[in-house]
């Protein structure tokens, strides 16, 4: 099991920016498919970035051109860097892992196949 701690939530104004981050407890994710996942309040989880083993990347509709999914080097940790945030952007984000067994990961992917989640780090967005 992957054990992943997200952090860099807060609270920011519409326009503003943050950059969440994703630790792996030093284990690297070098062949699997890591993602962000939101829940926004009373909605339901969707995805928001995942990028493969490969690199390949998918970005929700809603975040096209704001948000930046990105890895560290040793591929250790996990980034979503969110640019021009909106107040519909308000929601418990989560970080996670696809971790197939003797294959590498790649796109594409479901929900349902994610192994591993962290508990979330919180973004509000207020206008």
């Known amino acids: 099991q992957l054990q992943l701690v997200e952090s860099g939530g807060g609270a920011v104004q519409t326009g503003g920016s943050l950059r969440l981050s994703c630790e792996s407890s030093g284990l690297t994710f070098w062949r699997y498919c890591m993602a962000w996942f939101r829940r926004a309040p009373g909605q339901e989880r969707e995805e928001v970035a995942i990028?493969?083993?490969?690199?390949?990347?998918k970005y929700a509709d809603s975040v096209k051109g704001r948000f930046t999914i990105s890895q560290d080097k040793d591929k250790i940790t996990l980034f979503l860097h969110m640019n021009n945030l909106k107040v519909e952007d308000t929601a418990m984000y989560y970080c996670?892992?696809?971790?197939?067994?003797?294959?590498?990961?790649?796109?594409?992917?479901?929900?349902?196949?994610?192994?591993?989640w962290g508990q979330g780090t919180e973004v509000t967005v207020s206008s």
């Open positions: 996670a892992a696809d971790r197939p067994t003797g294959t590498w990961c790649h796109l594409p992917v479901s929900e349902g196949d994610f192994d591993d």
């Open positions: 990028i493969d083993s490969g690199g390949s990347i």
